[in-house]
C-alpha cells in the first residue's frame, strides 16, 4: 500500500514539473501542448508506477523491455496509458514488446530498425518509432551517429515502420548548458533531414530531469523524466 504522505509527495513532484515544463514552454515561445511529459518509471515498482499514473501521467517510459512487459501488464484495463520503450531494444525482444504499442525511441541500427519493420508484418501491426542520434560522437554513448543517420534516412521508407522523429541523450554528467547546445545540434539535424529527405519527423525526444527546460529550448516534445518525479519518495 502507498501512504497518503508518498501520494502527496508524488502528486507535488508531479505538478512541480509539469510547472516547470509550462514556464519553460511560455519562455521560450513554444506552442502550448506542444511538450509532452514521459514519465520514466524504470526506478519504481508497479504499485507506484499506477500512483504515478493516478495522479496524472499518462505517458510511461522504460529503458528494459522486460520490464516495459511486466509493468504493462498490470494496466491491461487502462487504454489511457501510452507506454515509451526509452532503452536499447535487442532483436529477441521485440516480438514481446510490439503488442504494448509503445512509441520505441531507441531505434539505434538499420538492422534494428529491419527488425522491427519484419516482427511487424507478421503481427500486422503499424509501429511508431524515433531514431536515437549519438550527437557528439561520444563513443561511450549509444545511438546512430549522424552520418549512419542519414544512411538510415536515405533507406527509409521501411514497411509497417513510421519514423516519427529523433531521440537524443547528453552523454553522462554533462553540464546542462552543453546539453542544450547538443539537443541544438539533434534539431538541426531533423531540420536539414525534413529538408533533403521531404520527410517530416515532428518529435524529438530529448531532455531528462537535470535538462529538460535546456531540452525545450532547443525544440524537444517529448521530456523523459525520471528521477525528479520520485524525489523524497523511498521504495519500500
Ligand atoms: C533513466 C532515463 C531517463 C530519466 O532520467 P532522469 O535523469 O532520472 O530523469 C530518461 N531517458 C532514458 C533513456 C533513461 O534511461
Given at each position: 500500500?502507498?501512504?497518503?504522505?508518498?501520494?502527496?509527495?508524488?502528486?507535488?513532484?508531479?505538478?512541480?514539473?509539469?510547472?516547470e515544463?509550462?514556464?519553460?514552454?511560455?519562455?521560450?515561445?513554444?506552442?502550448?501542448?506542444?511538450?509532452?511529459?514521459?514519465?520514466?518509471?524504470?526506478?519504481?515498482?508497479?504499485e507506484?508506477?499506477?500512483?504515478?499514473?493516478?495522479?496524472?501521467?499518462?505517458?510511461?517510459?522504460?529503458?528494459?523491455?522486460?520490464?516495459?512487459?511486466?509493468?504493462?501488464?498490470?494496466?491491461?484495463?487502462?487504454?489511457?496509458?501510452?507506454?515509451?520503450?526509452?532503452?536499447?531494444?535487442?532483436?529477441?525482444?521485440?516480438r514481446?514488446?510490439?503488442?504494448?504499442?509503445?512509441?520505441?525511441?531507441?531505434?539505434?541500427?538499420?538492422?534494428?530498425?529491419?527488425?522491427?519493420?519484419?516482427?511487424a508484418?507478421?503481427?500486422?501491426?503499424?509501429?511508431?518509432?524515433l531514431?536515437?542520434?549519438?550527437?557528439?560522437?561520444?563513443q561511450?554513448?549509444?545511438?546512430?551517429?549522424r552520418?549512419e543517420?542519414?544512411?538510415?534516412?536515405?533507406?527509409?521508407?521501411?514497411?509497417?515502420?513510421?519514423?516519427?522523429?529523433?531521440?537524443?541523450?547528453?552523454?553522462r554528467?554533462?553540464?546542462?548548458?552543453?546539453?542544450?547546445?547538443q539537443?541544438?545540434?539533434?534539431?538541426?539535424?531533423?531540420?536539414?533531414?525534413?529538408?533533403?529527405?521531404?520527410?517530416?519527423l515532428?518529435?524529438?525526444?530529448?531532455?531528462?530531469?537535470?535538462?529538460?527546460?535546456?531540452?525545450?529550448?532547443?525544440?524537444?516534445?517529448?521530456?523523459r523524466?525520471?528521477?525528479?518525479l520520485?524525489?523524497g519518495?523511498?521504495?519500500?
Open positions: 500500500m502507498i501512504d497518503e504522505s508518498t501520494r502527496s509527495r508524488l502528486k507535488a513532484n508531479w505538478q512541480a514539473v509539469q510547472d515544463v509550462s514556464e519553460a514552454v511560455d519562455r521560450y515561445r513554444r506552442d502550448p501542448g506542444s511538450v509532452s511529459i514521459i514519465g520514466v518509471s524504470k526506478y519504481v515498482d508497479v507506484l508506477t499506477k500512483a504515478l499514473c493516478d495522479v496524472g501521467c499518462s505517458n510511461l517510459g522504460e529503458s528494459r523491455p522486460q520490464s516495459l512487459w511486466e509493468k504493462s501488464a498490470h494496466f491491461t484495463d487502462n487504454g489511457s496509458v501510452h507506454w515509451h520503450m526509452i532503452g536499447h531494444l535487442q532483436r529477441n525482444k521485440i514481446r514488446t510490439l503488442p504494448i504499442a509503445p512509441l520505441i525511441h531507441s531505434v539505434d541500427s538499420q538492422r534494428l530498425l529491419d527488425a522491427i519493420s519484419e516482427e508484418e507478421l503481427q500486422g501491426r503499424n509501429v511508431s518509432v531514431l536515437e542520434v549519438n550527437i557528439s560522437g561520444d561511450a554513448k549509444t545511438g546512430l551517429l552520418k543517420l542519414f544512411e538510415v534516412m536515405e533507406q527509409a521508407p521501411v514497411a509497417h515502420v513510421q519514423i516519427k522523429g529523433l531521440m537524443a541523450m547528453a552523454g554528467g554533462t553540464d546542462p548548458i552543453e546539453a542544450g547546445k539537443f541544438e545540434l539533434v534539431r538541426q539535424a531533423r531540420d536539414e533531414i525534413e529538408q533533403q529527405f521531404d520527410h517530416p515532428p518529435e524529438l525526444s530529448m531532455g531528462m530531469s537535470g535538462d529538460f527546460v535546456q531540452a525545450i529550448t532547443a525544440g524537444a516534445t517529448m521530456v523524466i525520471g528521477s525528479r520520485f524525489e519518495i523511498v521504495q519500500r
